[in-house]
C-alpha cells in the first residue's frame, strides 16, 4: 500500500479528540500529583511534618509520583497529535513547537526523581545512617523544593511552546484564531512566572499562584475545545461526522 503523507481531515477530527481526551488525563493526573498529594501532605516550611505526613501516606504519596509519570506519557501522545495537526500549517513552526515541548516534558521527567528521592531518605537504608532523623527529614524536604525549582524550569519552556503553538493556531485553518490568543496569554503568563521565581523571588508570592490562572484558563479550554468539537466542522466533510 502506497504511503499517504498528508493526513485527512477526517484523521485530523479523530486525533484532535483523542488529544483532548488526553490533555484531560495531563490536567487530572497533575492535579493529583501536585495539589491532592504535595500540596496536601508537604509543609514547605516543616520538614518534620511534612516527613510524618508522607510516612503515615506512604502510598497515596508513591500514587502521586505514578500520577506525574502516566501525566508525562499523556503529555508525549499530545505533542505529538499537535504535531500532525499543524505540521501542514508550517512544518518548521511545527517542529520548533514540538522540540519545545519536548524539551520540557524531558525536564520534568528527570525533576520527577525528586519527588520519589524523599522516600529515600526517610526510608532511612542503612548506608544513610551517617545522617540523624532531623537531617534525612531536611534533605526529604530539600528534595521535593527541588522539584518545584525544576517544573519553573519546565514551564520556561513550556510557555515558549505556547507562543509558538499560538502563531501556528492563528495560521490554520482548523482552529479558530481565539484559541491561539488564549494560548499566547497563557505563555507569556508561563515565561514570567518562571523569569520571577529564579530573578525576584521575593515577588513570587505577590503573584503566584494567580499568574497561573490565565494559564490553566486558556488550556483547559483548548482541551475541551479538541475533545468536544475536534477542528473546525467547516473544514470536513459533513458525511463523515
Given amino acids: 500500500m502506497r504511503f499517504v503523507e498528508k493526513t ?3 484523521q485530523k477530527f479523530t486525533i484532535a479528540r483523542i488529544g483532548g481526551l488526553l490533555y484531560l488525563l495531563i490536567i487530572i493526573l497533575g ?3 501536585q495539589i491532592f498529594v504535595r500540596d496536601s501532605l508537604v509543609d514547605y516550611n ?3 511534618v511534612t516527613a510524618k505526613n508522607i510516612l503515615s501516606s506512604e502510598f497515596w504519596y508513591r500514587f502521586g509520583f505514578v500520577s506525574e509519570l502516566f501525566m508525562l506519557l499523556c503529555d508525549v501522545g499530545v505533542t505529538s497529535i499537535l504535531f500532525i495537526l499543524l505540521k501542514e500549517t508550517n ?3 511545527s517542529i520548533l513547537s514540538t522540540l519545545l515541548r519536548f524539551a520540557s516534558i524531558t525536564i520534568l ?3 520527577a526523581l525528586t519527588h520519589f528521592a524523599a522516600l529515600s531518605f ?3 537504608a542503612d548506608f544513610l545512617t551517617v545522617f540523624n532523623t532531623d537531617q534525612l527529614n531536611a534533605l526529604a524536604l530539600l528534595t521535593i523544593k527541588l522539584h518545584g525549582t525544576g517544573y519553573n524550569i519546565s514551564l520556561l519552556f513550556f510557555g515558549f511552546h505556547l507562543l509558538v503553538l499560538c502563531r501556528l493556531i492563528v495560521l490554520s485553518v482548523i482552529f479558530p484564531k481565539w484559541l491561539g490568543i488564549l494560548l499566547l496569554i497563557g505563555g507569556v503568563c508561563y515565561i514570567f512566572n518562571s523569569i520571577v521565581w529564579f530573578l525576584v523571588p521575593n515577588f513570587v508570592n505577590m503573584v503566584y499562584p494567580a499568574i497561573l490562572i490565565p494559564c490553566a484558563l486558556g488550556e483547559w479550554i483548548f482541551c475541551f475545545y479538541l475533545l ?3 477542528i473546525k466542522r467547516t473544514q470536513l466533510n459533513p458525511q463523515l461526522v
Avoid: C, D, H, Q
Wanted: zero cysteines; proline letters at 5%.
Fill in 46 to 48: 516543616n520538614a518534620t
Fill in 228 to 230: 468536544i468539537k475536534g
Fill in 31 to 33: 492535579l493529583i500529583a
Fill in 8 to 10: 485527512t481531515m477526517y
Fill in 122 to 124: 526517610l526510608k532511612e
Fill in 91 to 93: 512544518r518548521p513552526l
Fill in 109 to 111: 521527567s528527570v525533576v
